[in-house]
């Protein structure tokens, strides 16, 4: 990649600031654990894999600045940050997922002393991100083999390099395919009211000189209706135990429309999205996020002052209108309450 998402630098977190693209690209190196939460809330950094890489450097650093000589006072200080990190975003299961990864390593190596068990923290958090980058590319390439040699694919919202550690979830399986030579082309919602499809998708899809057309959120239907879209690949912050997928708002209204014209409807997750222990969509905490985002479009008001607004930052597509979930240990099918528990090895 020509950028990094989030990265590990002497202690620091660095982050691509992703509220400046595409005009600006400039990185911003949290040097605390309130600013590398404040990131997270402010979607500095977004995209659920991303973010439970961030969080799991968010807690490196803890254990990279802790000074002193107390285990019990380490044991407080880490998991008092783990909590403090776990209450940014409710809805993205791998930030639960990082926090958890790095609270067993911290029990698997307490007792090597503090010198050992910061340095454990510090790999673990650091294979974490090495891991996400080589998930999505075999993610990628399970999802290249489920689509034609010119596909025609419609994304909503940015599940790309920039949503996870490198490479990308759906934008995964389209680089895939482009390495694959397959010549994908896309048509990128612009999802509002964020905006990830417009300044996020299109920006990373130019720079991979991968051809890229930015649409209005209201226009995949019509698309559709001409025969422009072959299908549709779409990441997830949550997969719930029975195929329910949570994705930024939105999503639900282009599944339904994707069915409604007789195209597939993939869905590209890591395992680490998967979360057996939710039943359904219903069960997925959905995010609302501050109205401002939705009555003004950076920093200018384009709705009257004092409407009322609604915000929530996902919906829930019912597993009945996904085709298949592409993970990295293959790719499930219905009945999902069996295929997801096959690939991440639940009974």
């Not at 068990?117 to 996400?132: F, N, P, S, T």
């Not at 895939?176 to 300044?199: H, I, M, N, Y």
């Not at 209204?253 to 869905?267: D, E, K, N, S």
């Not at 939705?294 to 409407?307: I, K, M, R, S």
Request: net charge negative.
């Amino acid at each position: 990649m020509s950028f990094e998402t989030v990265e590990w630098k002497n202690g620091d977190v660095v982050l691509i600031d992703q509220r400046k693209l595409p005009v600006e690209e400039t990185y911003l190196a949290c040097k605390t654990l309130d600013q590398v939460a404040d990131a997270i809330k402010t979607m500095v950094v977004r995209g659920a894999p991303a973010i439970g890489v961030t969080a799991a450097l968010g807690l490196a650093q803890v254990a990279h600045q802790y000074t002193g000589s107390d285990l019990d006072g380490f044991d407080k200080r880490f998991h008092a940050a783990a909590d403090t990190l776990a209450a940014t975003r409710p809805t993205a299961v791998n930030l639960f997922w990082g926090i958890e990864r790095m609270k067993r390593c911290f029990a698997a190596n307490r007792a090597a002393g503090l010198a050992g068990l910061r340095k454990a923290l510090i790999d673990e958090a650091v294979r974490i991100r090495e891991e996400d980058i080589e998930v999505c590319k075999r993610l990628g390439r399970f999802g290249a083999d489920l689509l034609g040699d010119k596909p025609r694919i419609l994304t909503h919202c940015n599940a790309g390099a920039l949503a996870t550690a490198g490479y990308g979830t759906a934008l995964g399986v389209v680089r895939a395919a482009a390495e694959a030579g397959k010549s994908p082309t896309v048509l990128a919602d612009e999802t509002r009211p964020f905006l990830q499809g417009a300044r996020l998708t299109a920006w990373e899809l130019m720079k991979d000189s991968i051809p890229v057309t930015l649409i209005t959120d209201n226009m995949a239907g019509h698309m559709m209706s001409l025969g422009r879209v072959d299908c549709v690949v779409v990441g997830t912050d949550r997969v719930a135990a029975n195929g329910d997928v949570a994705n930024k708002i939105g999503t639900y209204t282009v599944a339904v429309l994707a069915h409604r014209h007789g195209l597939p409807f993939y869905v590209a997750a890591p395992t680490s999205t998967i979360d057996l222990d939710c039943p359904t969509g219903a069960d997925i905490p959905i995010e609302q996020r501050d109205p401002a985002e939705v009555t003004h479009v950076f920093g200018n008001a384009v709705a009257p002052q004092g409407v009322v607004v609604a915000n929530p930052a996902f919906d829930v597509t019912p597993h009945e209108l996904v085709t298949a979930i592409v993970t990295e240990k293959g790719v499930a099918t219905a009945p999902y309450s069996r295929s997801l528990r096959e690939l991440v090895g639940r009974s």
